[in-house]
């Protein structure tokens, strides 16, 4: 069983899209957010808006299920490959990175 | 110019490599951080460990250069292409996400 590093505060969850590789959004967890997508099979985070657990997708449908999960050298970030049921942001996008950020010194 | 999210804590920053994508690490941003990476074109975190600015590659050399950047619909996460200058894992693996988790539920 892997152990999660708490000390720096929740762990980040990156959600990538199965087939496309795309990342679909960043999420957080707590112990109970990360025991919950592995007991439902659909991704949990702990929403630090809502200060409480939160399955993606509970009222919009719009769910991810788990395929796979690699965890960092630091064992505080996770990577999530998932089956997404829908547009994964609120806004309708498919990503909640749709918005490009200009860069100066891009090459 | 985009304004970053603070109301939660510091912005994630979750790096890919510009040829692959492959995610390659998490790190976490402040203000000062995002300026100094767009000022100087090397990713800059806020190191939650060392609890200052913390550019990636400044004592290994393994830096990573900014190529393209996406924030998020709530404005406090982050993606980042590079060009990985050598291994971005302080372990010499490529991606600091080299563990898979099993994961009982996979399909």
Known sequence: MIELNFSKGLVAAVILDETTNDVLMVGFMDQAAYDKTLATGLVTFFSRTKNR????????????????????????SLLITVKANGPTCHTGNRTCFYTEVEVPHAT
Request: glycine letters at 8%; aromatic letters at 8%.
């Open 53 to 76: 657990l939160w399955t993606k997708g509970e009222t919009s449908g719009h769910t991810l299920e788990l395929r796979r999960m690699w965890i960092d050298c630091d064992q505080d």
